[in-house]
């Protein structure tokens, strides 16, 4: 399965072995913006009421993301951590609620989502944004929320997204445009603009 899943209906779904043992569940994704995927996952208890367990799970160690469960091989996938690891971890690498500002230093939004791709990618796709006046191109929502493929963005660090200030021409309420645009700004076809 490769469809794409949001970044917030990750929490709490749960990590399962593939002879059907849940054994934890997501707490927070944590990526890898260089890379441009998911990195790991913090995980609490077997229900959702325990607590943070002081272990966390690489993203090489995940067999299979799907949209009801994080496939895993066996417990033996989840690594052990100090838990002011997995937190330092969990805080360095969370992009909900960052600050999307222009390289021209005006800021346009705020990270309210992150689209993934399913299946063993975990690649970032796109970004949902809550998006300020100046980046609103038609929008029929009264929210403003808006897509940016990740393609647009010039880098991530800590808690702030750039994207270059002409990106905001590309921007829009539905991912599928902004694929679409995006793309064939870069004269790539429809299914290149990934």
């Given at each position: ?8 209906s ?22 890898d ?6 990195a ?23 067999h ?10 066996d417990?033996?996938?989840?690594c ?32 309210l ?29 009264r ?32 991912l599928p ?18």
């Amino acid at each position: 399965m490769n469809g794409l899943t949001a970044v917030r209906s990750l929490t709490t779904l749960p990590v399962v072995t593939l002879g059907g043992d849940a054994v934890a569940h997501v707490k927070d994704t944590v990526f890898d913006p260089a890379a441009g995927r998911i990195a790991s996952f913090t995980l609490t208890g077997r229900t959702l009421m325990s607590g943070p367990l002081p272990r966390d799970l690489p993203w090489p160690a995940v067999h299979c993301l799907g949209p009801h469960a994080v496939m895993v091989r066996d417990e033996g996938a989840l690594c052990d951590l100090p838990l002011s690891v997995a937190r330092r971890d969990a805080l360095r690498g969370r992009l909900l609620g960052a600050h999307v500002l222009t390289d021209e230093g005006d800021l346009v939004g705020t990270v309210l989502d992150v689209l993934v791709e399913g299946g063993t990618s975990g690649r970032l796709v796109a970004f949902r944004l809550a998006a300020h006046r100046e980046l609103v191109h038609g929008s029929r929502h009264r929210r403003h929320q808006v897509y940016v493929p990740r393609g647009e963005v010039l880098s991530v660090s800590g808690r702030t997204l750039v994207i270059p200030a002409h990106a905001t021409a590309y921007v829009t309420d539905d991912l599928p445009s902004s694929v679409a645009r995006t793309g064939a700004r870069h004269g790539l076809g429809r299914g290149a603009a990934r």
